[in-house]
Antibody, heavy 113, light 107 residues
Framework: QVQLVESGGGLVKPGGSLRLSCAAS????????MSWIRQAPGKGLEWVAY????????YYADSVKGRFTVSRDNANDLLYLEMNSLRAEDTAVYYC??????WGQGTLVTVSS | DIQMTQSPSSVSASVGDRVTLTCRAS??????LAWFQQKPGKAPKSLIYAASKLQSGIPSRFSGSGSGTDFTLTVSSLQPEDFATYYC?????????FGQGTKVEIK
């Protein structure tokens, strides 16, 4: 069955960096586009980034453009989100999703001094 | 960017009630509209894609309709497990966007 497991979240100071990972299993990873979506505490869903199956197309939300980088390792079925210049407003649970049909359980990123 | 506006923000209903939630796009998105259900502390769950197609395993009491800018999600007979927050999502263009959510509460 499809499984997505995020990791890499934690507490980071403003201006710091963090790399999230999403380990995929149960499907042919390279055949699917993947997305990152986040949810600030008590708030709604915010789409963050998209990457095509072969990595040829990438899109970002304006709120993270220039600071976040999405990438994938199709040989090892891994999705990444490199987050730099983190701000307090980046505090959220970050979910990876396969075509938004299947979602991971999320990983919490807290940006605070 | 396409803005997605959901109404109402919250609704109180009883088990067995028929509930209709609305989502409006700021411009034409054809049928590139999905609905998600989220319960507290859990990841969202995909219910409907392409405005009206039910995801596998989703009960038939859920239905979606609409195209262009106006969409609805209907639950024909609310069950206890349906009390949750529902989000619409457009995937017609980038950046993708979500509505702000509608919370369905127990009356």
């Amino acid at each position: 069955q499809v499984q997505l497991v995020e990791s890499g979240g934690g507490l980071v100071k403003p201006g710091g960096s963090l790399r999230l990972s999403c380990a995929a299993s149960g499907f042919i990873f390279r055949d699917y586009f993947m997305s990152w979506i986040r949810q600030a505490p008590g708030k709604g869903l915010e789409w963050v980034a998209y990457i095509h199956g072969d990595g040829s197309s990438i899109y970002y939300a304006d709120s993270v453009k220039g600071r976040f980088t999405v990438s994938r390792d199709n040989a090892n079925d891994l999705l990444y989100l490199e987050m730099n210049s983190l701000r307090a407003e980046d505090t959220a649970v970050y979910y990876c999703a396969r075509r938004l049909e299947y979602w991971g359980q999320g990983t919490l990123v807290t940006v605070s001094s | 960017d396409i803005q997605m506006t959901q109404s109402p923000s919250s609704v109180s209903a009883s088990v067995g009630d028929r509930v209709t939630l609305t989502c409006r796009a700021s411009r034409d998105i054809s049928n590139y509209l999905a609905w998600f259900q989220q319960k507290p502390g859990k990841a969202p769950k995909s219910l409907i894609y392409a405005a009206s197609k039910l995801q596998s395993g989703i009960p038939s009491r859920f239905s979606g309709s609409g195209s262009g800018t106006d969409f609805t999600l209907t639950v024909s007979s609310l069950q206890p497990e349906d009390f949750a927050t529902y989000y619409c999502h457009q995937y017609n263009s980038f950046p993708r966007t979500f509505g702000q959510g509608t919370k369905v509460e127990i009356k």
